[in-house]
């Protein structure tokens, strides 16, 4: 029998704990502080950001959004997130991407301080998370891990396959769960045989972008399938890389898309928050 895991209810529960927390640390005088900011009117980006803002206000986090216009200059915006380095009341910076082709993102992620980096993704704290040091995990793995904690599922000597080797999801995924002791495959768009390797998955994670383009015969009997992916269709629903309904059959855990790992995100970035309010990721500029 397949058991759904389903992120939106978790993350509701993970919210409610993390008020109780906010509200302890505004009673010491500390409001834990995100500061947002999006450059161009990309729809997809404004719906993530504002479904950011929206679970910061549930959980008493304050936040601010800095929206800048598709021609904005990388010096602008390094101008930007250098003031906001600078403020002592903010505590998390996330700059939502994709960037305009004008900015290099790299150099961007690069600008903004280690210390409040909450999506995870400067290269201090990917180094830091790839020596198993205390640091902030980009939010969408740390969601899939917190996901299968969430149902005491073991990893100690699974074989888990991660299908994509994206840095935001498919290779930090894999180093957590490397972390974990479980055995694991990276695949990608130049793997052969994609499928005889993902069938020897104790843990399928897919994150391809390609809707339903994992199906039961991907599958080993038994499986925690987690998809990651979010593709619209054609009539504006979201879907995930994985034939739910058909793939539901074989596995053991499977998350559904929507209500899956996208609500565990943005919560992992709220749990990143409070984190880096405590001041508990310690890094020198
Ligand atoms: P990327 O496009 O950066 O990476 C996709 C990966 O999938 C690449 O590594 C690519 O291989 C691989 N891939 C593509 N086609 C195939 C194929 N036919 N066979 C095997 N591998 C393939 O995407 P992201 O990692 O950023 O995102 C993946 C999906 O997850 C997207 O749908 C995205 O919207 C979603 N997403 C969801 C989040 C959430 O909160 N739920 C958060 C972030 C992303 P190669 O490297 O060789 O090109």
């Given at each position: ?11 509701e529960e993970l919210k409610q704990k993390m008020k109780i927390e906010v509200d302890e640390l505004k009673e010491k005088g500390l409001t834990p502080h995100l500061t947002v900011i999006l450059v161009g009117d990309n729809p997809a980006s404004k719906s993530y950001v504002r479904g950011k803002e929206k679970a910061c206000a549930v959980t008493g986090i304050s936040s601010n ?221």
């Open positions: 029998m397949t058991t759904l895991l389903n992120g939106k209810e978790l993350s959004l800095i929206e800048l216009p598709d021609d904005t200059t990388e010096e602008e915006l390094l101008s930007i997130i250098d003031e906001q380095n600078n403020d002592d009341s903010v505590h998390g910076i996330l700059v939502q991407l994709p960037l305009p082709d004008q900015m290099d993102e790299q150099k961007i992620i690069h600008a903004i301080s280690p210390a409040k980096d909450v999506d995870g993704f400067h290269p201090i704290n990917v180094g830091k998370m790839m020596t198993g040091e205390d640091t902030f995990i980009p939010c969408t793995p740390y969601g899939i891990l917190t996901m299968l904690q969430s149902k005491d599922i073991s990893l100690e000597g699974k074989h888990a396959v991660i299908i994509g080797r994206s840095n935001i999801v498919g290779k930090p995924i894999g180093l957590l769960l490397l972390q974990e002791n479980a055995t694991v495959t990276y695949t990608h768009s130049r793997t052969k045989n994609l499928q005889e390797i993902t069938k020897q998955a104790d843990i399928l994670i897919v994150a391809m972008g390609r809707a339903h383009a994992i199906n039961a015969d991907y599958i080993k009997k038994d499986a925690v399938v987690i998809d990651v992916g979010i593709n619209r269709k054609d009539d504006g629903k979201l879907t995930g890389d994985v034939d739910f309904e058909n793939a539901k059959e074989k596995a053991s855990f499977i998350t559904p898309v929507p209500r899956g790992v996208g609500p565990m995100t943005i919560t992992m970035l709220l749990k990143n928050t409070i984190k880096a309010a405590k001041g508990l990721n310690h890094v020198e500029r």
